[in-house]
């Protein structure tokens, strides 16, 4: 890494991880000095380790930070952080592997919301007795809707079928 930087004057004593830093040492066993002690870590054990996630973060922001100025853009981006962690497969593997897990469940949110209006379109339909979705609640056919998507994206979600529907890639573990 870089020269290390001292850490600003307002963080100084600060934790800001203190709970989850509790919450994983128990979790990797960590060993009560005495029984008469709580199950609680020691506080200089989480006020140490928070020093040091919070200088590991504010190291890559840094790194990311500067390879985002070779590359002549004043934003940061994942890529940037990428290839700071491209020394340790271990930490760029997690950090792949974390960013495929939000995708993922970004594109199951997508697929739910998407479904759930479909079924809240039946649902409805059929709890107000109406023949036809099209059909106002006060039985006027011609009489629009103001709830719900508008009818050109209710339309397009109803064309889906099993044909012309994304295919979904299958994933080998």
């Known amino acids: 890494m870089a020269e290390p930087r001292a850490r600003a004057a307002r963080h100084k004593g600060q934790m800001n991880f ?9 979790a990797y066993g960590d060993p009560q000095p005495h029984p008469s002690y709580p199950a609680e870590p020691l506080p200089e054990t989480v006020r140490v380790l928070d020093e040091i996630v919070t200088d590991f973060i504010l190291e890559m922001c840094h790194e990311a930070a500067q390879y985002a100025s070779y590359a002549r853009r004043q934003k940061i981006k994942v890529d940037d952080f990428r290839f700071a962690l491209r020394r340790d497969p271990n930490k760029l593997g997690r950090v ?29 339909a059929g709890k107000k007795g109406l023949g036809d979705p ?5 039985g006027a056919p011609g009489a629009k809707k103001t709830k719900g998507k508008s009818k050109r994206g209710a339309r397009r979600d109803s064309d ?14």
Request: no cysteine.
């Open 18 to 26: 203190s709970n989850e830093l509790r919450l994983l040492l128990l």
């Open 96 to 124: 792949q592997e974390l960013l495929r897990m939000e995708r993922e469940l970004k594109e199951a949110r997508k697929a739910f919301d998407q479904n759930d209006d479909q079924v809240a379109n039946l649902k409805d």
């Open 134 to 138: 099209g059909e106002s609640v006060d």
């Open 160 to 173: 889906a079928t099993e044909d012309n529907a994304p295919k979904k890639r299958k994933v080998v573990v």
